[in-house]
């Protein structure tokens, strides 16, 4: 079995940072691109950051220079970095990877986190 587990939303006021972290474990032969999404409430969800497994990024313009991703190999971890948080930016966030397993190649889905950003 193959799962995603997000930690680090929470509560924060806007121009704060919070930083999400996402753990691939389980049966695990590779993982290509990884990525976070997000659902604010009424609305559908939208890619926010994504990263190859060589390290190209690409952003939501949305976000373009207050978030970062980034990912660590070894420990099938996908971070995101969120600076100068708006109101706006709330949402529940979701982790995606693809990953080869023993069985599949697809996409996973990780079970989402919420971020707040309220004064």
């Known amino acids: 079995q193959v799962q995603l587990v997000e930690s680090g939303g929470g509560l924060v006021q806007p121009g704060g940072s919070l930083r999400l972290s996402c753990a691939a474990s389980?049966?695990?032969?590779?993982?290509?691109?990884m990525g976070w999404y997000r659902q604010a409430p009424g609305k559908q969800r939208e890619l926010v950051a994504a990263?190859?497994?060589?390290?190209?990024?690409n952003y939501a313009d949305s976000v373009k220079g207050r978030f970062t991703i980034s990912r660590d190999n070894a420990k099938n971890t996908v971070y995101l970095q969120m600076n100068s948080l708006k109101p706006e930016d709330t949402a529940v966030y979701y982790c995606?990877?693809?990953?080869?397993?023993?069985?599949?190649?697809?996409?996973?889905w990780g079970q989402g986190t919420q971020v707040t950003v309220s004064s």
């Open positions: 995606n990877a693809r990953i080869i397993s023993a069985w599949q190649d697809r996409d996973y």
């Open positions: 389980g049966s695990i032969f590779s993982i290509n691109a």
């Open positions: 990263i190859t497994s060589g390290g190209s990024t």
